[in-house]
């Protein structure tokens, strides 16, 4: 399917930033009209926080519904080689909140060490869904 789409952002190199965005267009034998825009704050070089919104208005199968989603992120650099990140999201169709906290150590060039912990919840008194640990280590070889 084809779509258009038109995006402002400001400079990331500033402490706030910003962006909106719209795109329309077809979708699995439908349509789909987006609008969204995001805020960012980099109060320092290590330290980075961001809040996201979307609204979708869409048309499938002769169904006319929309679905927002909202998110935030949080990124922290201890170091060059060592950093925090930290990601939620709800999305007002399934009505689920989804947490992800990553740790990352660079232990070598191109090489990381991942600790994710992933949770799935349900906003409307369900409980948790999924919640689970990743561990993934990479390492550059060089031959």
Known sequence: FGEGSARYASSQGRELSGSVNVSGGGYFGGSRFSLGGSARWQPSAGLTAEVAASR?????????????????????????????????????????????????????????????????RDTKGGGVLQRFFTLKLTRLLIF
């Open 56 to 120: 979708n208005n869409l048309s499938v199968q002769g169904k006319d519904f929309s679905v927002d989603v909202y998110s935030a992120r949080l990124k922290y650099a201890v170091s060059t080689t060592l950093n925090f990140g930290a990601f939620v999201q709800f999305n007002s169709e399934t009505d689920e909140l989804v947490t992800n906290l990553r740790a990352n150590l660079i232990h070598a060039p191109l090489s990381d060490l991942f600790l994710l912990y992933t949770e799935r």
